[in-house]
């Protein structure tokens, strides 16, 4: 077993909260409602894992699927620039967008087989200067939702996710990934799952993913993002601000 990797979400309390930052081998689940910053903070992952360990970063590249075409390289751009001026240093964003590898999701499906595809670039990627050390799914559960509808499905779409999610972990480990994936919560209370602030996709993401955040919003440009579940942390919260710049205290 290789040694876990940290990286840094460019906010000192949230690291602080991770116990240094988000890990390697483990899946990160950040959940929360819509507009409460889950694509921004994996834009800002996406940037932070290219820098070098110095820094806080893996010195790796990044592959992306996408299944909302959320994913914006116009914000990397200005993250990259926040982070040049943060640290007082040049850094190309062209060069940052070429280690963003994005793929589409068009449907469940296809979502899972984009890991096998990323496997695939990953291992292509291995002994280059910069090896895939995260992995992101904005959003996990947009797809399952949309196509099993009804209690009926429920336990079909349970097992598609469980080889899903387990694909995911299978990564992460491989190499020495963090494995980062965003989810909604219910948008009204719900008479299967009762509480409207729970993430879907139920004991199956439940208890594979290894960490998972809580984001909402607070005044302004303010996020309180919660650790709700972890193997080895104390529950805790951490306030951050999303900014131009990007993600900061
Ligand atoms: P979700 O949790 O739905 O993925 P997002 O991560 O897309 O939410 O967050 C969207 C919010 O992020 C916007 O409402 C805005 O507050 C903030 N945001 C997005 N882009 C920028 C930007 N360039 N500068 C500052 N804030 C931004
Ligand atoms: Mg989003």
Known sequence: RKMVGKLTTGCTEFDEMMGGGIETQA???LYGEFGSGKTQLAHQLAVNV???????????SVIIIDTENTFRPERIAQMVKGLSEKYGMELDPE???????VARAYNSNHQILLVESATDLAN??????????LLIVDS???HFRAEYVG???LADRQQKLNKHMHGLLRFGDLFNACVVVTNQVMAKPDAFFGDP????GGHVVGHTATFRLYLRKSKGDKRIIRLVDSPNLPE????????????TD
């Open 27 to 29: 899946i990160t689940e």
């Open 50 to 60: 290219q820098m070098d360990r110095e820094h806080g970063g893996l010195n790796g």
């Open 95 to 101: 060069e940052f967008l070429q280690n963003i590898h």
């Open 124 to 133: 292509e990627l291995r002994d280059m200067g910069k090896p895939v050390r």
């Open 140 to 142: 996990l559960m947009a």
């Open 151 to 153: 209690r009926g499905t």
């Open 197 to 200: 602030t729970r993430p879907v």
């Open 236 to 247: 805790g919260e951490a306030v951050i601000a999303v900014t131009t710049a990007g993600l």
